[in-house]
């Protein structure tokens, strides 16, 4: 049975779709951790493309000045730097001083056959040691977390933080937008409609079963998939598109595209709320209460975004019966997973 608190009235998502809409300019200083890879360079492309962000620094452990001298040549407004762990900028910790948001897609990605937990054993210690500079460095950034496996990573990170005494949940994010992203893209496939009048809360966590999409929430579309086998098809389809893109690149790795999309929606909702825009509102895996009585004290749900970061964290709604048995599946291995993450700091701090 679902925690009752989790059920109360959900508020809409609004669309993921709708990329840097901005009426207004702010500073916003954005480090890229990972920049060099599938998902770092289109991420920093798309920042840079942001007006919300003023200084953009990439990181990475290979490359990183190449790529930031590259993207430095687009003709809009931020400043961007790339960093090397030895280069003369200065290492991560010069691209981290004063950062206000910093995305972390460093890391492994998976090949055919391979879980995301499998990635646990490479990726763990990177963004451990990552986060350890963060919490020395810019303890007051938003940190967002899009290393796999993301139901663990992000544990992991807040463990690190907890320890140097700079915790502060609000203001830490598993990036979950690319569930929220495929659901809208398939459902309005089927519907017949565009993906930006589509919204669907993706709730739980970010992988397999722990992918929980509440179609019955979906607004008009969610008339257009009945339970049976099209439903099912449907929420296989959220649950394992990873997978699908696994296995299309045929062991050079997992999405890298529709992710760097779906981080820099993530960042500019963000930066939006940071600068006074009320009702932003996106999907986003942070600690929560909701599930909290049974062991998932990290949990996907629809975050109202303010200055500060998590504002105000809203309960999954209304789920129809077979939303309740996806929870159901979902909590056992969610929270498994955080235990795992917060079981492995504390042996290997
Ligand atoms: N949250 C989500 O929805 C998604 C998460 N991912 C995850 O994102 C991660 C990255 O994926 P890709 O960009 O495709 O991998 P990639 O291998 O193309 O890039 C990873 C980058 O991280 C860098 N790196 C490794 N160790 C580092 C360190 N200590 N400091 C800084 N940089 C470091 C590498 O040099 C490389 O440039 C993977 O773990 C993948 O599973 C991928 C897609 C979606
Ligand atoms: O499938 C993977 O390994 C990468 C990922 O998290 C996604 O595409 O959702």
Same mark, same amino acid.
């Given at each position: 049975?679902?925690?009752?608190?989790? *059920?109360?009235?959900?508020? /809409? =998502?609004?669309?993921?779709? #709708? !990329? @840097?809409?901005?009426?207004?300019?702010?500073?916003? $200083?954005?480090?890229?951790?990972?920049?060099?890879?599938?998902?770092?360079?289109?991420?920093?492309? *798309?920042?840079?493309?942001? /007006? =919300?962000?003023?200084?953009? #620094? !990439? @990181?990475?452990?290979?490359?990183?000045?190449?790529? $930031?001298?590259?993207?430095?040549?687009?003709?809009?407004?931020?400043?961007?730097?790339?960093?090397?762990?030895?280069?003369?900028?200065?290492?991560?910790?010069?691209?981290?001083?004063?950062?206000?948001?910093?995305?972390?897609?460093?890391?492994?990605?998976?090949?055919?056959?391979?879980?995301?937990?499998?990635?646990?054993?490479?990726?763990?210690?990177?963004?451990?040691?990552?986060?350890?500079?963060?919490?020395?460095?810019?303890?007051?950034?938003?940190?967002?977390?899009?290393?796999?496996?993301?139901?663990?990573?992000?544990?992991?990170?807040?463990?690190?933080?907890?320890?140097?005494?700079?915790?502060?949940?609000?203001?830490?994010?598993?990036?979950?937008?690319?569930?929220?992203?495929?659901?809208?893209?398939?459902?309005?496939?089927?519907?017949?409609?565009?993906?930006?009048?589509?919204?669907?809360?993706?709730?739980?966590?970010?992988?397999?079963?722990?992918?929980?999409?509440?179609?019955?929430?979906?607004?008009?579309?969610?008339?257009?998939?009945?339970?049976?086998?099209?439903?099912?098809?449907?929420?296989?389809?959220?649950?394992?598109?990873?997978?699908?893109?696994?296995?299309?690149?045929?062991?050079?790795?997992?999405?890298?595209?529709?992710?760097?999309?779906?981080?820099?929606?993530?960042?500019?909702?963000?930066?939006?709320?940071?600068?006074?825009?009320?009702?932003?509102?996106?999907?986003?895996?942070?600690?929560?209460?909701?599930?909290?009585?049974?062991?998932?004290?990290?949990?996907?749900?629809?975050?109202?975004?303010?200055?500060?970061?998590?504002?105000?964290?809203?309960?999954?709604?209304?789920?129809?019966?077979?939303?309740?048995?996806?929870?159901?599946?979902?909590?056992?291995?969610?929270?498994?997973?955080?235990?795992?993450?917060?079981?492995?700091?504390?042996?290997?701090?």
């Amino acid at each position: 049975m679902i925690g009752r608190t989790a *059920l109360r009235t959900a508020a /809409p =998502l609004r669309s993921a779709s #709708r !990329l @840097f809409s901005s009426s207004a300019s702010q500073n916003s $200083a954005v480090a890229v951790l990972g920049a060099s890879g599938g998902i770092g360079q289109p991420l920093s492309l *798309l920042l840079k493309n942001d /007006p =919300l962000v003023t200084s953009l #620094r !990439l @990181f990475d452990v290979r490359l990183a000045p190449g790529v $930031a001298a590259d993207i430095s040549h687009v003709n809009t407004p931020a400043i961007t730097t790339g960093y090397s762990p030895d280069g003369p900028e200065g290492g991560l910790e010069k691209a981290l001083e004063g950062a206000d948001i910093i995305v972390i897609p460093a890391g492994v990605p998976r090949k055919p056959g391979m879980t995301r937990d499998d990635l646990f054993n490479t990726n763990a210690s990177i963004v451990r040691d990552l986060a350890k500079t963060a919490a020395k460095v810019a303890p007051k950034a938003h940190l967002l977390v899009i290393s796999n496996p993301v139901n663990s990573t992000v544990p992991i990170v807040a463990e690190v933080f907890k320890k140097a005494g700079v915790y502060d949940p609000k203001r830490l994010f598993g990036v979950t937008t690319l569930d929220v992203t495929r659901a809208s893209t398939f459902l309005s496939g089927i519907a017949g409609l565009k993906p930006s009048d589509v919204v669907v809360p993706v709730v739980g966590g970010h992988s397999g079963v722990t992918i929980v999409p509440l179609l019955s929430q979906a607004g008009p579309a969610a008339k257009s998939v009945q339970p049976g086998e099209q439903y099912e098809k449907l929420v296989h389809r959220i649950q394992f598109g990873g997978d699908e893109v696994v296995k299309a690149k045929d062991g050079a790795g997992s999405a890298t595209l529709s992710m760097a999309y779906a981080g820099a929606v993530f960042a500019n909702a963000l930066m939006r709320a940071a600068k006074g825009e009320s009702g932003v509102k996106e999907c986003s895996y942070v600690e929560s209460p909701l599930y909290k009585d049974q062991g998932a004290t990290f949990f996907a749900s629809p975050i109202t975004l303010g200055a500060e970061g998590v504002k105000e964290i809203h309960p999954v709604g209304n789920v129809s019966a077979e939303e309740e048995k996806l929870l159901e599946a979902a909590i056992p291995e969610l929270k498994k997973n955080i235990e795992k993450g917060v079981a492995w700091v504390a042996e290997n701090p």
